[in-house]
Antibody
Framework: QVQLVQSGAEVKKPGASVKISCVASGFTFSKYYMHWVRQAPGQGLEWMGIINPSGDTTTYSQKFQGRVTMTRDTSTSTVYMELSSLRSEDTAVYYCTKSREGACDYWGQGTLVTVSS | DIQMTQTPSTLSASVGDRVTITCRAS??????LAWFQQRPGKAPNLLIY???TLESGVPSRFSGSGSETEFTLTISSLQPDDFATYYC?????????FGQGTKVEIK
């Protein structure tokens, strides 16, 4: 069965960076686009960006351009999202999701990132 | 960016009720629309994609319709498990965008 297992919760200071991992299993990782979506406490869902199957093309929301980097490692079926210059507004649960024909069909369990001084 | 507007933001209903949630796009997205259910503390769960295709394993009481700019999610007979928050998402163009969510509460 498809599983996306994300790394654990992080606490970061303002200005720091965070890198979250998402290990995929149960499908041919090298064939699927992967997205990252975040959700601030008590708020809605926010799309951050997408990485193509080979990992050589990414598209980021303009909101995060310059601060976000998405990468993937086919040898370990892992996708990564790094967000830099963290501020308190980046406190959120971050999700990796698998894309099937554009729709996010499977989601990781989420990783809580808390930004606090 | 394409704006997605969901209505209502909160909906109070009883078990057995027929429930409809609307999602409007600020420009045509053809049928590149998905619906998700999210329970508190959990990741979203895909219900519908391509506006009207039921995801495998999702109960048939859920249905989706619409095209271009207006879409609906209908739950034909609300069950206790269905009290949750629902989101629409367009994937016609980047950045992909979500509606603000509709919380379905027990009346």
């Amino acid at each position: 069965q498809v599983q996306l297992v994300q790394s654990g919760a992080e606490v970061k200071k303002p200005g720091a960076s965070v890198k979250i991992s998402c290990v995929a299993s149960g499908f041919t990782f090298s064939k699927y686009y992967m997205h990252w979506v975040r959700q601030a406490p008590g708020q809605g869902l926010e799309w951050m960006g997408i990485i193509n199957p080979s990992g050589d093309t990414t598209t980021y929301s303009q909101k995060f351009q310059g601060r976000v980097t998405m990468t993937r490692d086919t040898s370990t079926s892992t996708v990564y999202m790094e967000l830099s210059s963290l501020r308190s507004e980046d406190t959120a649960v971050y999700y990796c999701t698998k894309s099937r024909e554009g729709a996010c069909d499977y989601w990781g369990q989420g990783t809580l990132v808390t930004v606090s001084s | 960016d394409i704006q997605m507007t969901q209505t209502p933001s909160t909906l109070s209903a009883s078990v057995g009720d027929r429930v409809t949630i609307t999602c409007r796009a600020s420009q045509s997205i053809i049928t590149w629309l998905a619906w998700f259910q999210q329970r508190p503390g959990k990741a979203p769960n895909l219900l519908i994609y391509r506006a009207s295709t039921l995801e495998s394993g999702v109960p048939s009481r859920f249905s989706g319709s619409g095209s271009e700019t207006e879409f609906t999610l209908t739950i034909s007979s609300l069950q206790p498990d269905d009290f949750a928050t629902y989101y629409c998402q367009q994937y016609r163009s980047y950045p992909e965008t979500f509606g603000q969510g509709t919380k379905v509460e027990i009346k």
